[in-house]
């Protein structure tokens, strides 16, 4: 266990068929929203299992756009978890409407039996986040959204290619949103994002605002933005997709050493519910001394991180503004979770040496314990 191997918390793969595509990109003389673009979009949708994809700038774009696309206003309400990324919230607060949070299960997913009580007459949709990988429990959300007549929005950004019971993550609301940053299980080497839906005019209007509003060259039919895609990393994704699923396995391999290894350690594990098809794209243990854990793992050369330390509710910026509420697991659980690395790289030999340090760590641990207790003893 030295410093000569690091292992990264995550890491993005390039091989010749990435670098190939690339320059086919670059050489095709088309920058932007062309061919590559337009066969992402299509590849994607049939991969998710939409009729219509569509790529925005990045994953916060497309949660934006699908949200004015759905007509969310000013004052209205979205019902949304708070052990998210902070992005899921930010286009809720730029149209000036308001999140409201609900407390999360062991999953770390939205708690549907929570839902109700905070739904209000200026209440316009939900929006489950699929968090580390790992579905929302569709089935409920459902429900109470068939109830109460409000959309679900699935913010996917997480979860590329994870699914609830036999649909992919993504087809099951009024539209998915996700990202390709270069952590996340389907990356284009930079910022982007997709909206996946099978609402034909939302897809439309979606087009229109990423790109200025045009319906058409030169006629500017509502007022929009620059939220566009460039070709070469669509011919990236492209690429990426093609690997998806056995990236995905991979990443399922990686849990499974790390149940393995880890198994019987006081250490919570993530839960993979039987009507989930989890993608890891963080594999996040809980531990009441979470961060002395964490300050040993790295001193081994190891990358771990916290997704969040500080839950949406309780950022600042918007704390002030709002009120206090209980979202007891929610707060109890950012204190103790951390991220293991994960990718689809990460051999058994790297997990098993994490895994000794995380042995090594809890053993000395509870040494020092026995040794302080017996010292106490009169
Ligand atoms: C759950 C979740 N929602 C939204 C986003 C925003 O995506 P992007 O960084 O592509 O804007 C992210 C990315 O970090 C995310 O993890």
Same mark, same amino acid.
């Given at each position: 266990?030295?410093?000569?191997?690091?292992?990264?918390?995550? *890491?993005?793969?390039?091989?010749?068929?990435?670098?190939?595509?690339?320059?086919?990109?670059?050489?095709?003389?088309?920058?932007?929203?062309?061919?590559?673009?337009?066969?992402?979009?299509? +590849?994607?949708?049939?991969?998710?299992?939409?009729?219509?994809?569509?790529?925005?700038?990045?994953?916060?774009?497309?949660?934006?756009?699908?949200?004015?696309?759905?007509?969310?206003?000013?004052?209205?309400?979205?019902?949304?978890?708070?052990?998210?990324?902070?992005?899921?919230?930010?286009?809720? !607060?730029?149209?000036?409407?308001?999140?409201?949070?609900?407390?999360?299960?062991?999953?770390?997913?939205?708690?549907?039996?929570?839902?109700?009580?905070?739904?209000?007459?200026?209440?316009?949709?939900?929006?489950?986040?699929?968090?580390?990988?790992?579905?929302?429990?569709?089935?409920?959300?459902? %429900?109470?959204?068939?109830?109460? %007549?409000?959309?679900?929005?699935?913010?996917?950004?997480?979860?590329?290619?994870?699914?609830?019971?036999?649909?992919?993550?993504?087809?099951?609301?009024?539209?998915?949103?996700?990202?390709?940053?270069?952590?996340?299980?389907?990356?284009?080497?930079?910022?982007?994002?997709?909206?996946?839906?099978?609402?034909?005019?939302?897809?439309?209007?979606?087009?229109?605002? *990423?790109?200025?509003? *045009?319906?058409?060259?030169?006629?500017?039919?509502?007022?929009?933005? %620059?939220?566009?895609?460039? +070709?070469?990393?669509?011919?990236?994704?492209?690429?990426?997709?093609?690997?998806?699923?056995?990236?995905?396995?991979?990443?399922?391999?990686?849990?499974?050493?790390? *149940?393995?290894?880890?198994?019987?350690?006081?250490?919570?594990?993530?839960?993979?519910?039987?009507?989930?098809?989890?993608?890891?794209?963080?594999?996040?243990?809980?531990?009441?001394?979470?961060?002395?854990?964490?300050?040993?793992?790295?001193?081994?050369?190891?990358?771990?991180?916290?997704?969040?330390?500080?839950?949406?509710?309780?950022?600042?910026?918007?704390?002030?503004?709002?009120?206090?509420? %209980?979202?007891?697991?929610?707060?109890?659980?950012?204190?103790?979770?951390?991220?293991?690395?994960?990718?689809?790289?990460?051999?058994?030999?790297?997990?098993?040496?994490?895994?000794?340090?995380?042995?090594?760590?809890?053993?000395?641990?509870?040494?020092?314990?026995?040794?302080?207790?017996?010292?106490? !003893?009169?």
């Amino acid at each position: 266990m030295g410093k000569a191997c690091p292992i990264l918390l995550s *890491r993005v793969h390039i091989d010749k068929e990435i670098q190939k595509a690339t320059l086919r990109a670059l050489n095709s003389g088309h920058y932007i929203l062309g061919k590559e673009s337009q066969a992402f979009e299509e +590849e994607f949708a049939d991969y998710i299992g939409t009729k219509y994809a569509i790529l925005t700038g990045s994953g916060t774009a497309a949660l934006w756009l699908t949200l004015i696309s759905l007509e969310v206003k000013a004052h209205d309400e979205i019902i949304v978890p708070s052990l998210t990324a902070f992005p899921t919230i930010e286009p809720i !607060l730029t149209i000036g409407a308001n999140p409201v949070f609900v407390d999360i299960t062991d999953t770390y997913t939205i708690d549907p039996s929570k839902i109700e009580e905070k739904i209000s007459p200026k209440t316009k949709g939900i929006i489950p986040v699929h968090l580390y990988g790992h579905p929302a429990n569709m089935n409920e959300i459902k %429900n109470i959204a068939r109830r109460h %007549n409000l959309f679900i929005l699935e913010d996917c950004c997480q979860a590329h290619g994870a699914r609830f019971e036999n649909k992919r993550v993504g087809s099951i609301g009024i539209a998915g949103c996700f990202s390709f940053y270069p952590s996340k299980n389907l990356t284009v080497c930079g910022d982007g994002g997709i909206v996946t839906t099978n609402n034909k005019s939302l897809s439309k209007t979606l087009r229109m605002l *990423r790109d200025h509003g *045009r319906s058409s060259k030169y006629t500017h039919s509502i007022l929009g933005f %620059n939220e566009r895609f460039n +070709e070469i990393q669509a011919a990236i994704g492209r690429v990426n997709l093609k690997k998806l699923d056995s990236y995905n396995e991979h990443r399922r391999q990686v849990a499974l050493w790390y *149940r393995k290894f880890l198994s019987g350690l006081p250490l919570e594990l993530p839960q993979e519910k039987s009507w989930a098809y989890h993608v890891y794209h963080m594999f996040v243990i809980r531990f009441k001394e979470r961060d002395k854990l964490k300050l040993f793992i790295e001193s081994k050369n190891i990358g771990t991180g916290i997704h969040y330390p500080i839950p949406c509710h309780l950022q600042p910026a918007i704390s002030a503004k709002s009120r206090p509420i %209980n979202l007891a697991l929610t707060e109890e659980y950012c204190k103790e979770i951390l991220s293991l690395p994960i990718y689809p790289m990460l051999t058994k030999k790297q997990t098993t040496h994490i895994c000794n340090a995380i042995n090594f760590f809890l053993h000395r641990q509870s040494e020092e314990k026995k040794a302080a207790k017996d010292h106490d !003893l009169p």
